[in-house]
């Protein structure tokens, strides 16, 4: 693996709007308004989203050193699999469920970003 040093030549996803609005903010969008969908049709939309900020994040991670990445990458994989349970019926949750989801999702990426770029800093 590249030092830091390195890593940070090469651009923050995260570091643009355009590439923000793009790769986090479309599917945080398509997560909230899957909330006014079918769950037949939900799911599948959010897992769609969860996989491509995971994967974004682990690619971030790799290409620029951003700690959070690291983290927020794991979570937003691990955050499938609650929404296929839920999804396919085996934990009924109903709509205030989904929205306490929803919140979990999004609320719990920002407070891993905030939480570990305090604690160690921005960049390896």
Not at 48 to 65: K, V
Not at 108 to 117: P, S
Request: charge should be positive; hydrophobic fraction near 50%; proline fraction near 5%.
């Amino acid at each position: 693996m590249s030092t830091g040093a390195t890593n940070r030549t090469r651009p923050d996803w995260a570091g643009t709007l355009q590439t923000y609005v793009l790769v986090w903010g479309l599917p945080i969008a398509a997560i909230l308004v899957g909330l006014f969908l079918d769950v037949r049709l939900r799911t599948p939309i959010w897992m769609t989203a969860l996989g491509l900020m995971g994967t974004a994040c682990l690619l971030n991670a790799r290409r620029c050193g951003r700690i959070h990445c690291r983290y927020t990458g794991p979570f937003y994989f691990g955050m499938i699999l609650p929404v296929l349970i839920v999804g396919v019926g085996f934990m009924p949750i109903g709509s205030y469920g989904w929205i306490i989801l929803a919140a979990v999702i999004i609320l719990g990426g920002k407070l891993i970003w905030w939480a570990t770029e305090r604690a160690w800093g921005k960049f390896t």
